[in-house]
């Protein structure tokens, strides 16, 4: 996979895939930018939850279980390090299933494996904490901290 970006003005940039995807435009938030897309740490966050809920859809299909709708909600905490530089110091990741736990039978099996097959977050983990959280439709948590 490679992506081509090109400054487009200021600090917004072009993100460009493929021919036959539509161009992402990536911004800083004022001061330094206009806000006008997602910043990096936004498209960070996008990526670790996009592949969790890839991973785990993929784990419950191999199981002929439906999870759908799922929607995952992201938060990275940004503050400084030693050298007071500017970091991603976590990711606090909330996978919400679109059904009752009760309703998918392998549940239990997919929970305790699929965080292994997410290449983003396997990747990013080593460098920024990701703390994980699975909850079905009825607000039930599943898995990580209650």
């Known amino acids: 996979p490679s992506v081509t970006l090109t400054q487009h003005q200021g600090y917004q940039f072009e993100h460009r895939y493929a021919p036959e995807l539509p161009v992402l435009l990536a911004d800083e938030p004022p001061p330094l930018g206009s806000g006008q897309g997602p910043d990096p740490v936004q498209l960070l966050a996008s990526a670790v939850g ?3 809920c890839a ?31 500017t970091r991603v ?30 290449t983003v977050t396997q990747s990013v ?13 009825t607000g039930a948590v599943l898995k990580g901290d209650r």
Not at 60 to 68: G, L, R
Not at 92 to 111: K, Q
Request: with cysteine; glycine share 4%.
């Open 50 to 52: 996009n592949c969790l």
């Open 55 to 85: 991973s785990l859809l993929f784990a419950c299909q191999k199981y002929k279980d439906d999870p759908a709708p799922l929607r995952a909600e992201v938060k990275a905490t940004v503050g400084r390090n030693d050298r007071n530089r």
């Open 89 to 118: 110091l976590g990711l606090s990741v909330d996978l919400h299933l679109g059904r009752p736990a009760a309703e998918l039978a392998h549940l239990a099996r997919v929970l305790e494996t699929f965080e292994d097959y997410c």
């Open 125 to 137: 983990a080593p460098a920024v904490p990701v703390t994980l959280r699975v909850l079905d439709s």
